[in-house]
């Protein structure tokens, strides 16, 4: 179960990679964790990811009030 979820992420951000950042995508595809400092600069990637989705959201809801939609 939790390998199907990390393929889905991983479908989904590669899916939106040419909207974000791409040292960000590819920090999160690519990133090692072995250690302590490892898993907390992942999760700092991922609370990166989240502010960024969040602006993307705002920005493409800004648009499509914009166009009427």
């Known amino acids: ?3 199907k979820q ?3 992420a991983r479908e989904q ?7 974000l950042d791409a040292n960000l995508v590819d920090g999160l595809l690519n990133a ?3 250690d302590e400092a490892d898993i907390h600069e992942q999760r700092q990637r ?3 990811l989240r502010a960024a989705l969040a602006e993307l959201k705002s920005v493409e ?3 499509k009030a914009l166009l009427g939609m």
């Open 1 to 3: 179960a939790i390998d």
């Open 6 to 8: 990390r393929d889905k």
């Open 13 to 19: 951000l590669q899916a939106l990679a040419d909207k």
């Open 32 to 34: 090692e964790e072995r």
């Open 46 to 48: 991922i609370e990166q």
């Open 61 to 63: 809801a800004k648009a």
